[in-house]
């Protein structure tokens, strides 16, 4: 994969108005879901990891070294740090009891692969916690990310604005079993091998 010493250094700047506009308390929401054994992937600068409080122990992968370097700086709540990419997780079948993953589909590069890793990876009963920026609903807003995808994808460290995001989840074999939408862009929500597990809820 390519990295990305710009973005890395102003990524949690331009989170900042993301999370003013909602997004903190969608991190919150699903990272505080997460219990047992825990993986993070696409982990960026650690963002996340304040919020993991309920988790038994917490690896996160990130493949990016700028990325990983700030989220070095930012260890919380025990967690272990790798540089890894979700394509291909260093972990065997069945390992974790939650996954989680925030706005990092739009970047993976075999987004089918990883969502097949996830699986793998996930115990049987465990759950995938997610909230990531698939392409929009409404067709005005689906059509304006589809023009400005491939010049976004330059500029932002090869973030895709038109994926459509839970369909990779489905076809990888998950079951997507509940979803939030959230304003226009963001969706969050819970999968799993089958079994049911639940996903907090999200007030505004
Ligand atoms: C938009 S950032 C999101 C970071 C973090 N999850 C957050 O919510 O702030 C996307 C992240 O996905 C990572 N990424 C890109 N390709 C990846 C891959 N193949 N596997 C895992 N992570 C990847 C990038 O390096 C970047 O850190």
Redesign the pocket.
Known sequence: ?NT?LFVAAI?DAL?VPADKLGFEQV?RMVVKGASGRTLE?????G??FRHFENARQVYA????PN?LRRAAGRMENGVVLARA???RLPFPDDTFDTVV????F????DPLG?AGEIKRVLKPDGCFFFAEHPIAEKTFLSRAEKIMSPVWKRIA???HLDRDIISFFISAGLTVSEIVRLDSFFVAGRASKGAPCSLPGYTK
């Open positions: 994969m990305h990524y989170m991190r992937i696409g982990a960026g600068t963002l996340n992968i990130e493949p990016d990325m990419e979700a394509e993953s925030t706005l990092t739009c970047t993976i590069g990883a460290g090869g973030c």
